[in-house]
């Protein structure tokens, strides 16, 4: 996942009044997917069950 990509389709949110972006959770899967970690193997089942 290239950084240009990831930001231009970022989610905007804010935390204790202080804008911050994140990145979206399509993005968020495909990025943990391509490490092939055990743990984001993990957190990748956590978020498709919801």
């Known amino acids: 996942m290239e950084f240009d990509e990831a930001y231009h389709n ?3 949110g804010e935390v204790d009044d202080l804008k911050v972006n994140f ?3 399509g993005e968020f899967i495909k ?3 391509a490490t ?3 743990k984001d193997l993990g957190d990748i ?3 498709k069950k919801r």
């Open 23 to 25: 990145i979206n959770v």
């Open 31 to 33: 990025n943990n997917e």
């Open 36 to 38: 092939g970690r055990k």
């Open 10 to 12: 970022r989610v905007e």
């Open 45 to 47: 089942a956590s978020l």
